[in-house]
């Protein structure tokens, strides 16, 4: 549901960081020991290093794991991390508790989940010795099970072949991955599942295969006693499946475990809560909002429940489904009715929650996802792993955001503030900018009572359940009065400004947490987006931070591709502020890509020698732009997709605005017919509303953004038909614009939320309606503004922490705000030159069919 933005959001309460990154965090003793002689200590964001300077190790090879218990990680650390000084083994290992903790918790990452330590054998000798000698010392030590690798014997040590030392590749879905030379030193993506594997072309050493069958003996003829039908959910502390009991035919759930991982926040696992869900249920057996508890079993390590089916869909997608302010045109009536609905379904979950509280249990984890909507309309309560008696258990040590308090973290309290942020989520899911300011409040109550006909009682009562103590009195209204003017730009730019740390060499400015692993330097989500958009807003660039943006993207050890993921966008960035020469540098050191996407791909890196070779002259880039012409070509002959995901950043839409350059500067027709072949594969991916709006389908989300829906899609239409008609094309258009006039957005950002929404409205404002729904979006930006130092933030993906950055943050809102109040959209690739003249048709050439 979170992603994993909640684990950086831990180390600072304004921004997303690394999450080591708390000055109060119990370090383990050996992280600040001295290196000894003959050995070099460094240490990143989230590990430290002990290597040997002047020893050469391999590219590539068996690394060995080490798992432990949150107990007792420190003492393994130093056992290990002792044993490998006295052998000689390059090492690294988790730096403090937390991290360590968060490593392993409920939501990390499965596949490489609890390792706190990593040893880089020389070869396979050293590989065995270290084996054969760390497992005596360790043998009585347990540690969660890395799901990635190979358990050797049945310690805390595990093994998977894998890189050394970073080296990059594009994935099939054109992302860069970490990568492994093949025998033809071909790079191929280092796979991290979360499942064992051996590449296909290794031969693994004899030990290393005997261990592998013996893992393949142990879980032979192992199975469980119900057909799984579908994976429903996956965490790293198990998964929850739907399945039938074969010998009667019945549906059921079954709930995983498994033991010492998926660790809350008190560093319990996953078993420990199960079993904990199963007493629950056993205590609450018979009541209509509860699921019944039908068997307790194990399976290999695993732990599991069965428990009932519940007939129905969650309360979110319900939400997602039916809340009327998601569509655009909402009538009255449609309004009534949600209003209806939703008071009928807070009152069955009062009933159910007083009835849980009348057995002596707090639910503890009430939130959307946890709450069954049944056909006939009743409710039931599902995922009972924090359920608790009062005063008795220990209390809860993880929730879900925007539905717990500090001030209401224990007891039926708990509970029901959960209670009160779902009546005002089920209207206006915005309860997440709560934690972040609470002082939002009112806005967002008084936001819910103007949208939907709530009985002034309902306001009021969510009011006081969600005010907490000595909040702050309402803040006077900032300056959203549908017009972008410069006071709101500026508050913007305060923001930004203030939050600049030319100190770190990790980030200049703070975004989204990807900002913090891919240099830092990016138009999407580092330090040339913020530049190029405090440029756009027409403020003077500090010179450190040019140097800094320089400095980041040169030293960068994964020398990426791309306009908005890598140095193509770091390049141009440099030389539209004066730095012509380091920005040509930045070109050379960028590796190739096989994606055609304008994130990271073909069309960004296309435009990016356009467009330099437009500002300088050079010469020399013309041959590898007509070369990364020449591929985009042939990508759209191909019988299949021209890229792997559908939007604007990922998909076709990227190629087709590449094509729309070309020609509005060659005037070549067939580059028009070119863009038109892309659009035409992208439009397979829109979905069109019975009243009419155009979304883009990704899986089962219907989605209306710049960066990955409709909207982006819809950008570039609009440059293609001011070129030349195309019917298709114009009602898809209009019906983009439809699907932008929706009301209730969740996030405020450029790339997937309002303010891209702002963006392809005000290219498109001649149209009155789409002048009043941009006038309404600026407006409701209010609901997300966070005041910040002396101006105004937005919060990044997930609402958890502020962001700065293009993509996802503050600087995205405030190209757009550019874009409202000027003549259009200044977004690298996508700006349209001075000229616009529309030409009605060219005889078409060479199309691609």
């Not at 717990?404 to 089920?426: E, M």
Request: charged share 20%; with cysteine; hydrophobic share 40%.
């Amino acid at each position: 549901m979170l992603g994993l933005h909640h684990v950086y959001a831990g180390a600072d309460p304004d921004f997303y960081d690394h999450p080591a990154g708390r000055a109060d965090d119990h370090r383990f003793a050996a992280a600040d020991r001295s290196a000894p002689a003959g050995w070099k200590l460094s240490e990143s964001g989230t590990w430290v290093y002990l290597t040997r300077p002047g020893t050469r190790l391999p590219d590539q090879g068996w690394k060995v794991h080490v798992s432990a218990t949150t107990e007792g990680a420190e003492q393994t650390v130093e056992l290990v991390s002792d044993y490998c000084l006295r052998t000689g083994v390059a090492h690294k290992f988790l730096p403090n508790r937390r991290i360590h903790l968060l490593n392993n918790s409920k939501y990390a990452r499965r596949g490489s989940s609890g390792k706190l330590l990593t040893l880089y054998p020389a070869d396979d000798r050293q590989l065995r010795q270290v084996l054969d000698e760390l497992s005596p010392l360790l043998k009585d030590r347990q540690g969660p099970y890395i799901l990635g690798d190979l358990r050797w014997a049945d310690g805390p040590l595990y093994l998977r072949y894998g890189g050394f030392v970073q080296r990059w590749c594009t994935a099939e879905d054109g992302s860069r991955v970490l990568a492994l030379a093949d025998p033809d030193g071909v790079l191929v993506p280092d796979r991290r599942d979360p499942c064992f594997r051996v590449p296909p072309w290794l031969t693994p050493p004899d030990f290393v295969s005997e261990q592998m069958r013996a893992a393949d003996a142990t879980g032979a003829g192992v199975s469980l006693p119900y057909t799984v039908e579908r994976a429903l959910h996956f965490s790293n502390g198990g998964g929850i499946y739907l399945a039938r009991d074969p010998l009667g035919g019945e549906q059921v759930v079954l709930r995983e475990a498994r033991p010492l991982a998926g660790l809350d926040g008190a560093g319990v696992d996953a078993v420990t809560r199960l079993r904990q869900e199963a007493a629950a249920l056993r205590q609450l057996a018979g009541l209509d909002c509860v699921p019944k508890l039908l068997r307790e079993f194990t399976v290999w390590e695993h732990h599991y429940l069965a428990v009932e089916y519940i007939e129905g869909e969650p309360l979110w997608q319900f939400m997602v489904r039916n809340n009327p302010l998601t569509r655009p045109g909402a009538d009255r009536a449609a309004i009534d009715d949600y209003t209806a609905r939703v008071l009928d379904i807070v009152d069955w979950l009062q009933q159910a929650v007083d009835a849980v509280h009348a057995r002596g249990l707090v639910f503890g984890d009430l939130h959307p996802a946890n709450v069954m909507l049944r056909p006939d309309g009743r409710i039931c309560l599902v995922d009972f792993e924090v359920a608790h008696r009062p005063e008795v258990d220990r209390a809860p040590s993880m929730g879900c955001p925007g539905f717990v308090a500090a001030h209401a973290a224990t007891g039926t309290a708990r509970d029901q503030y959960a209670l009160d942020s779902l009546r005002l989520a089920l209207f206006l899911p915005l309860t997440v900018l709560l934690d972040l300011d609470p002082a939002k409040l009112d806005e967002l109550v008084d936001a819910m009572a103007g949208l939907f006909p709530v009985p002034s009682s309902y306001t009021e009562g969510v009011r006081r359940g969600l005010r907490r103590p000595q909040q702050p009195r309402p803040r006077p209204s900032e300056p959203f009065t549908g017009a972008a003017g410069p006071e709101l730009r500026q508050a913007l730019v305060r923001a930004i400004s203030s939050s600049a740390t030319p100190g770190r060499s990790d980030r200049l400015f703070p975004g989204d947490p990807a900002g913090l692993h891919d240099g830092g330097y990016t138009l999407a989500h580092g330090a040339a987006g913020v530049l190029h958009t405090l440029a756009v807003a027409g403020c003077p660039v500090d010179e450190e931070h040019l140097e800094w943006l320089w400095q980041a993207a040169r030293r960068s050890p994964d020398p990426r591709p791309g306009l908005y993921g890598g140095l193509h966008g770091a390049a141009l960035t440099l030389q539209a502020l004066g730095r012509p020469q380091q920005g040509l540098e930045l070109l050379d050191r960028a590796a190739g890509t096989r994606s055609a996407s304008l994130h990271d791909g073909l069309a960004g890196i296309g435009l990016t020698l356009r467009q330099l070779l437009s500002n300088t002259g050079d010469a020399g880039l013309r041959e590898p732009l007509a070369a990364v012409a020449d591929r985009l070509v042939q990508q759209l002959e191909r019988p299949t997709e021209p890229c792997g995901r559908p939007g604007l950043m990922h998909g076709a839409a990227g190629i087709a605005a590449f094509f729309l350059n070309c020609y509005q500067q060659d005037r070549d027709p067939a580059q028009l017919d070119l863009a038109a072949t892309a659009l035409r594969a992208e439009l397979t991916h829109c979905r069109t509303s019975p009243q009419g709006a155009v979304n883009l389908q990704d899986g089962s989300r219907l989605l209306p953004y710049l960066g990955g829906g409709s909207g982006g899609v819809g950008l570039v239409i609009g440059q293609y038909l001011r070129y030349r008609h195309d019917e298709q094309f114009a009602q898809a258009l209009q019906g983009t614009l439809l699907a932008a006039r929706a009301p209730f957005v969740i996030h405020s950002n450029l790339f997937n939320g309002r303010a891209g929404l702002i963006a392809l409205l005000a290219r498109h404002r001649a149209d009155p309606a789409a002048e009043a729904a941009l006038q309404r979006h600026l407006r409701l930006l209010s609901w997300h503004a966070i005041p910040h130092r002396d101006g105004l933030a937005f919060p990044g993906e997930q609402l958890l922490r502020l962001s700065m950055d293009v993509a996802t943050g503050t600087a995205g809102v405030l190209l757009a705000l550019c874009a409202a109040d000027g003549p259009d959209l200044e977004l690298p690739g996508l700006a349209d030159p001075p000229e616009q003249q529309r030409i009605e048709q060219y005889p078409r050439l060479s199309a691609v069919h």
